[in-house]
């Protein structure tokens, strides 16, 4: 009954383009505050989540409650930059880490969760709101904030390989192998040389294959490789694709980034994100809010024209630029993070007997998804330190954990 329109753009300038994206957010969580019961914010220490956290205190007569999640891992711990902006605002601010022990959960996640969920995020998802349960009984968020303006690298990446795309082919391959070969393999978490290596590889791909790859756990070839013989031709002609090719085509712009930004709002922020976090809260009997999915604010941001929101280098930069002087510029200057899992240190470290006890297990080998030998080496290159498959792995344990809850009802969860 609703779709988004990213064709039709605003004659705005920029400055009062700035003065609408507050003013829509302002009212936005404004109508979401409203309540008869108490309320609090997610607060991760993003742009996002800071930017709710800011407008509630302008709203609110009292201190905002607000909660975080972190890890002891340095590389994924993000409280030190909740605190900055709790502090700001004077909120009573709630912290909670996760430690590796937390995979125990995991069989209940999937119980909730009804499906083989592979987002790992799933799992301070549930801390957080089982925390904010405590306390409040509503809690808004900053969810849709990146695919409202553009806070994802690979919405650049889109533009910078268009732009790269129409270059000679010559050039492009020099620069291929020129690059690319004096890039070393690393498995540090997020780091440059690796983005870059994943970016040449698909620079020259049609847009379309470019998001799909750079969204994916596991690439068509992966599985293909992953799977047994007779699994495989069972597929034979079958595509993961075909769903995100059929999005696209029902985008209306001619714009690269609105392409992929429209792709992300009919399908990772719908059936990854906000499945995410509505059954997260819900299993803890807890509200959650989102006033970055306004329908006003996603008509108004759909009407911006990319360049508003990429600009050079920056990401969200409407949204960044309208914030400026609001919001400490230790957070709206920082590299973006992710609402991600130490899950490759975790599966190297103490989970290495867990995912092993549950995937290679006679059970789970003989279910005739998977080359025996293949998902052998997909746990021992983790292992071992020549690849990062934790996604990979922490995929495939909510798969056999859903088999064993659902299918073969041999592990009873309840909630």
Not at 53 to 69: E, L
Not at 106 to 125: F, G, H, M, T
Not at 233 to 247: H, M, P
Not at 308 to 318: A, E, H, M, S
């Amino acid at each position: 009954y609703w779709d988004l329109d990213f064709s039709p753009k605003t004659t705005l300038s920029l400055g009062a383009c700035r003065e609408r994206t507050l003013e829509l957010l302002e009212e936005a969580t404004r109508l979401r505050l409203i309540s008869d019961v108490p309320l609090g914010a997610f607060l991760s220490g993003g742009v996002d989540s800071s930017a709710v956290v800011y407008m509630m205190s302008r709203a609110s007569r009292g201190a905002v409650k607000t909660f975080s999640i972190g890890f002891e891992e340095a590389t994924h711990n993000e409280l030190p930059y909740a605190k900055i902006v709790a502090e700001r605002f004077g909120t009573e601010h709630h912290e909670f880490i996760v430690r590796p022990d937390a995979i125990a959960l995991l069989p209940k996640l999937v119980w909730y969760y009804n499906e083989p969920y592979a987002d790992s995020s799933a799992l301070p998802s549930y801390y957080v709101a089982q925390m904010t349960r405590r306390q409040v009984t509503v809690a808004l968020n900053g969810d849709g904030g990146d695919e409202n303006f553009g806070g994802y690298e690979r919405f650049l990446a889109a533009r910078v390989a268009e732009r790269f795309a129409r270059l000679p082919r010559w050039l492009r391959g020099s620069i291929e192998r020129a690059v690319g070969g004096s890039l070393r393999d690393s498995l540090a978490h997020n780091n440059l040389p690796a983005k870059l290596k994943r970016f040449l590889a698909m620079a020259s791909k049609p847009y379309r294959e470019r998001h799909y790859n750079w969204m994916t756990i596991f690439r068509d070839s992966e599985k293909t490789a992953l799977f047994c013989a007779d699994f495989r031709r069972e597929l034979t002609g079958v595509s993961s694709f075909a769903y995100l090719d059929r999005i696209f085509d029902q985008g209306t712009s001619a714009d690269v980034v609105d392409q992929v930004m429209y792709a992300d709002i009919m399908s990772y922020l719908p059936e990854d994100l906000l499945v995410k976090m509505d059954i997260a809260a819900m299993a803890n009997s807890l509200e959650g809010r989102s006033p970055f999915l306004d329908h006003k604010l996603l008509e108004f941001s759909a009407s911006l024209p990319s360049d508003y929101k990429i600009r050079g280098g920056t990401l969200k930069y409407v949204l960044k630029s309208a914030l400026r002087g609001k919001l400490p510029d230790s957070i709206l200057d920082r590299s973006k993070m992710g609402f991600g899992v130490p899950v490759n240190d975790w599966f190297r470290g103490s989970l290495q007997k867990y995912t092993r006890e549950i995937l290679l297990d006679p059970v789970a080998l003989n279910r005739g998804y998977f080359d025996q030998d293949a998902l052998r080496r997909l746990i021992e290159d983790h292992v071992q330190g020549r690849a990062n498959n934790g996604a990979r792995i922490w995929a495939l344990l909510n798969l056999e954990l859903w088999h064993r809850i659902f299918i073969d009802k041999s592990l009873s969860v309840t909630g």
